[in-house]
């Protein structure tokens, strides 16, 4: 039985990782949901947060912030389809804390409406984006 993955994590941009594996944990829908190989096949919504890889073979993990998405499991790969994906090392605490700001003052001053929820929304994926820097710090 082979005891790695093939990892495939995909953004509309570009192709954020591709690589081996020997396990995943992906923000699903209902909870934190851990891959690992021989996984029966499952597809499901991912919600904003944090992807961990843990690498085959060595000590380190790859994280990997995702904006939500769909993830689909087959026995040797996993894919992860996410509008917006960036790579933990490539998140910037300062830009981020700044448009959590903006994104609070903003919220401030709108009463209701669709411009509230979404907002709300960005704040949702501001508060992932800190989380996946705060897990990259305990590495």
Known sequence: MNHTLQVYI?????????????????PGETGELGILPGHAPLLSRVKPGTV??????????????????????QPKNVTILSDTSIRGHDLDEAKVMEAKR??????????????????????????????????????
């Open 52 to 73: 961990k890889v843990k690498l085959a073979g060595r000590d380190e993990d790859e994280i990997v912030y995702v904006s939500g998405g769909v993830l689909e499991v």
């Open 10 to 26: 995909v953004s509309a941009e570009q192709s954020i990782f591709s690589g081996e594996a020997s396990m995943v944990v992906v």
């Open 102 to 139: 903006a994104a609070e003052e903003a919220l401030a001053n709108r009463a209701s409406g669709q411009d509230r929820a979404l907002v709300v929304a960005e704040l949702a994926q501001l508060a992932a984006q800190l989380q996946a820097i705060q897990k990259l710090r305990k590495k």
